[in-house]
């Protein structure tokens, strides 16, 4: 068993997050006879999905926003009258 401290360092973040997570329902977590929260094993590894989730999602965001930059960095040099005329530019539009 480990407190809201030890398992925050544990995992690499602050206390406030693991309580961010609670409050919006990312994480359960038990609380003692005292009332302060207590972080099993399970619930560390349910943090640590927590975690392993933002991260495939901010990889996810990262990914669209270099598709992004790729496609708007095209459009500013692109030397066809309309975009809609420009083969790459049509890939980016219709997804690839």
Known sequence: MRTIGEAAAEL?????????????GALTVRRDANGYRVYDDGAL???????????????EEIAHRRQAVTFLRHTAECRRRYLDDCPECGAFVGGG
């Open 12 to 24: 690499g973040v602050e206390a406030h997050v693991l309580r961010h997570w609670e409050s919006v």
């Open 45 to 59: 590894e349910q943090a640590r999905a927590v975690v392993r989730a933002k991260i495939a999602a901010l990889e």
